[in-house]
């Protein structure tokens, strides 16, 4: 079965303080990895996709990493409008099309 | 361009009673999912649509929930008889194919049941 652990489970930075955010995962051969950022009432926004261990994407503030059993969210001197909570999802290879979602982190960034 | 829709926003119902929630993809996208997000938890997967395959609906927790999608285009998802477990947000999303993995999400519905 595939699972998806993200730590913590809650974060509190202050503004320009970088830190960075896990995605632990477990599945039986990886199609992707994908980040989406989560507003209070909001549905899920899309981030990044990552695809192979040792791929890097960025945008703005934000870079996501992969390796072969985790995932790193980093944020670079956030600021208060990068607070919300953040989704990592795994899909697996093989045709399965549905994706398993960690719990996700809670950031919420202090002026 | 029109992002997903959902609709209603909120619903408050009473045990017992069945609801309908609707989602509108984003015009052109074949694949449809549908998650249930309870608080604190992760979203979890409750059936997906693509094209006219046949849904997998391998998440639906019972009986009581079922979903259609209508033309391709349109979904509806059916609680009957709610339970007072089943309150949660759902949300819909939507791809353009089986091989594009980005999903767009709409806004979800609150449901409540009292």
């Known amino acids: 079965e595939d699972q998806v652990t993200q730590s913590p489970e809650a974060l509190r930075l202050q503004e320009g303080e970088s830190s960075s955010l896990n995605c632990s995962y477990t599945?039986?051969?990886?199609?992707?990895l994908f980040w989406y950022r989560q507003d209070p009432g909001k549905g899920p926004e899309f981030l990044f996709t990552?695809?192979?261990a040792g791929e890097e994407k960025e945008k703005e503030r934000l870079k996501a990493t992969l390796t072969k059993k985790e995932s790193f969210l980093h944020i670079t001197a956030p600021k208060p409008e990068d607070s919300a909570t953040y989704l990592c999802?795994?899909?697996?290879?093989?045709?399965?099309?549905?994706?398993?979602f960690g719990r996700g982190t809670s950031l919420i960034v202090h002026p | 361009g029109a992002g997903v829709s959902q609709s209603p926003s909120n619903k408050v119902t009473e045990k017992g009673k069945d609801v309908e929630l609707r989602c509108d993809p984003i015009?052109?996208?074949?694949?449809l999912y549908w998650y249930r997000q309870s608080l604190g938890q992760g979203l979890e997967f409750l059936i997906y649509?693509?094209?006219?395959?046949?849904?997998?609906k391998s998440g639906l927790p019972s009986d009581r929930f079922s979903a259609e999608r209508t033309g391709g285009s349109v979904s509806t998802l059916t609680i009957q008889r709610t339970q007072q477990e089943d309150s949660a947000v759902y949300l819909c999303?939507?791809?353009?194919?089986?091989?594009?993995?980005?999903?767009?999400f709409g806004p979800g519905t609150r449901l409540t049941v009292l």
């Open positions: 999303a939507s791809s353009p194919g089986v091989d594009t993995d980005t999903q767009y």
């Open positions: 599945v039986s051969g990886l199609r992707g």
């Open positions: 990552l695809y192979s």
């Open positions: 999802a795994v899909k697996p290879a093989g045709g399965s099309y549905i994706p398993t």
């Open positions: 015009s052109g996208h074949t694949a």
């Open positions: 649509f693509q094209g006219n395959s046949a849904p997998d």
